[in-house]
């Protein structure tokens, strides 16, 4: 009898420790809400930015959908942030716009991601992204070559453009047709679900015909010849001969694509009142030597093409007032097999946010005046809230978690070769979403000891190791493939970052950001120009000294041949010894600091981790372009003070 009592113990405890939820499954059940060190304050005055002014009003504006926003959706999972924005660009001369920037970002209860209370803060770059836009059409480009302050033409993805959008909608209930939206204007991009908030569901947009598109385009041909002129003037001053040289090369090249207009002219002669439809989604002066009209069936099918529009002077100027022309409110659709953080920001955008208050606010005051905001289906708002709040037995904060290190050499800063892991298991110490396809720890069959196996564009990073980072150290890992048929083998990226996560998810005013990344290419491939291995360096910094033709930063990028689908393995060193960079392949220096390279080739000015600055942030992550079939792993991952 005491036998089967003590049997009975022993299966009681085994399914409580088997009923004990992880991190990621509190954190996912858990309702978290905004991040108490934001505050909305009252604005005190103009904000004036690159010739555009946002009145008190519009502000004050912004402030009020902050205040609905966050009555609408508190966030599950993830943790609620905002930023007002100001549209500004002068170069494609858009509308004038502002709204605000919503995310919900990870958390963890690793120590670095924690405040000083143990409160979460948000884990650097890991956010989903939601939004209020006035006066913007998502999923829009600007053909910036033809605008002007009073035109502005752009192309827009049809509804139901193919993509993660319309697979997500196979997937769940159509949201177009949910009772909180189903009035409004609605529209399927190729990433989001958006709600357009417009009198008569009527956008003030004209789409534009074939003639008109390049009779527009003919036109930017003399816009630019002016501005190549003026340009070889400023830059060659007193040297006519220099200017005259320089504007007859750059006439010719732009009479070229004038010929190309010219010919596209001729050859739709007969269809120059139909409505241009583009093959590329983002045209400029150099779009006309092939024919831009050319659609294919499989790209129609797919609805893969992209209308032309224009706003006309007249919208352009109403859009300055301090009533908006039209809202749109957009959001990722998600489902529950993405969890619950993406799923309940879905959900509350889609039955919560009360479009109609929002609708009256802006365009028919009088329908709401002393009448206080109140979310849409309040009653399931608040149950769906209480019942995550019963799973989570209330707990909006973390429980700091001590982690006791391995006592390692002197000179070791951190050591880890996963042996304290059972192959198929979770790394202990390293945080990663469990959501998709994720980290696990296993062996392979011709490696000797454990390794992680990456999960696709899933980013793993240490956390015990201490921060920042020495200013000199060497960071050592080895990273392997497994077997491929194709060009390309596993990949993966190491990134490094001075900024630190504690400080909220605002750039810093001084920052390095230094990425290397590493992929297997086919041996039989050696031999013609199709190899694929390679070893990329990039390098950005804030404030940034290195710039070539707008494109900031230092690169290196060059084949790599010593990882292979025959050499699956190599051991990857990076070594930082007073800012200067160093790259190591299996123990032979490659490339570093003295080889990076300005993005067209020129030599950079700085090409060092700026003085004074550390390491606050490292991570990799799968970048193999086949996840589904090859897979990447790392181990022996050491860090040694130097």
Not at 285 to 312: E, G, W
Request: aromatic fraction near 12%; charged fraction near 25%.
């Amino acid at each position: 009898m005491k036998q089967y009592f003590l049997l009975l113990m022993i299966l009681a405890a085994s399914v409580k420790v088997q009923a004990q939820l992880t991190d990621e499954q509190r954190i996912q059940d858990s309702v978290l809400g905004w991040w108490s060190v934001q505050d909305i304050k009252n604005i005190p005055k103009v904000h004036e930015s690159h010739g555009e002014t946002f009145t008190v009003k519009t502000q004050m504006d912004m402030k009020y959908v902050i205040e609905w926003m966050k009555k609408s959706y508190i966030p599950v999972g993830g943790l609620g942030w905002f930023k007002r924005k100001f549209y500004v660009n002068d170069y494609s001369f858009p509308p004038h716009s502002y709204g605000v920037d919503f995310r919900v970002w990870n958390v963890s209860f690793s120590k670095e991601f924690l405040d000083a209370k143990g409160n979460f803060t948000p884990i650097a770059e890991e956010y989903t992204s939601f939004g209020f836009d006035v006066n913007s059409m998502t999923g829009s480009n600007a053909i910036n070559f033809m605008n002007s302050p009073t035109q502005y033409l752009f192309t827009w993805q049809p509804d139901g453009h193919q993509g993660s959008a319309m697979d997500k909608i196979a997937k769940t209930d159509d949201p177009r047709k949910h009772p909180n939206v189903q009035k409004y204007l609605t529209r399927v991009t190729e990433n989001s679900f958006t709600v357009y908030l417009v009198p008569d569901n009527k956008l003030p947009i004209l789409q534009v015909t074939k003639g008109e598109y390049l009779r527009l385009a003919d036109a930017a041909i003399d816009n630019q010849l002016l501005k190549e002129k003026q340009d070889v003037e400023a830059k060659w001053p007193g040297d006519v001969k220099a200017q005259n040289d320089a504007y007859d090369y750059r006439k010719k090249d732009l009479e070229r694509y004038r010929a190309g207009i010219k010919k596209w002219l001729q050859v739709y002669k007969n269809s120059l009142n139909e409505p241009a439809i583009l093959r590329d989604m983002q045209p400029n002066i150099r779009s006309f030597d092939l024919d831009p009209f050319a659609v294919n069936d499989m790209a129609k099918n797919l609805k893969q093409f992209y209308p032309v529009y224009k706003l006309d002077a007249d919208i352009l100027a109403k859009c300055k007032a301090d009533k908006p022309q039209w809202i749109a409110v957009w959001f990722p659709i998600e489902t529950k097999e993405d969890g619950n953080q993406q799923y309940e920001m879905y959900r509350s955008m889609l039955e919560h946010f009360n479009y109609d208050y929002v609708y009256n606010y802006f365009f028919d005051p009088e329908k709401i005046k002393g009448i206080a905001y109140k979310p849409a289906n309040e009653a399931l708002l608040n149950a769906t809230l209480e019942r995550y709040r019963k799973k989570s037995n209330g707990r909006t904060t973390a429980v700091v978690k001590q982690v006791s290190n391995v006592a390692l050499p002197s000179n070791v800063y951190f050591m880890d070769d996963f042996t304290s892991n059972a192959a198929g298991s979770k790394p202990s110490g390293w945080y990663f979403s469990t959501i998709g396809k994720h980290a696990v720890v296993t062996t392979l069959s011709d490696q000797k000891g454990n390794w992680l196996q990456l999960g696709y564009n899933n980013e793993v990073t240490p956390t015990t190791l201490k921060k920042p980072l020495p200013q000199n150290f060497t960071l050592e890992y080895d990273m392997a493939t497994s077997d491929f048929a194709g060009r390309y083998g596993g990949s993966a990226i190491l990134v490094l970052d001075t900024w630190n996560a504690n400080t909220g998810p605002n750039k810093a005013p001084t920052r390095a950001t230094l990425k290397i990344e590493i992929g297997a290419g086919n041996e039989n491939d050696f031999n013609n120009n199709n190899y694929r291995g390679y070893l990329n360096i990039d390098l950005n910094k804030v404030p940034e000294v290195n710039e070539n033709n707008y494109n900031k930063g230092d690169y290196y990028k060059n084949e790599l041949r010593a990882f292979t689908n025959k050499k699956s393995k190599v051991h990857v060193a990076l070594k930082i010894n007073r800012g200067e960079i160093t790259v190591f392949i299996n123990d032979k220096k490659t490339e570093g600091s003295k080889e990076l390279k300005l993005a067209y080739g020129g030599d950079c000015k700085d090409c060092t981790i700026p003085a004074g600055l550390n390491f606050n942030s490292i991570y990799w992550k799968n970048t193999t372009s086949d996840e589904a079939n090859v897979n990447v792993y790392i181990s022996n991952v050491k860090i040694t003070k130097e």
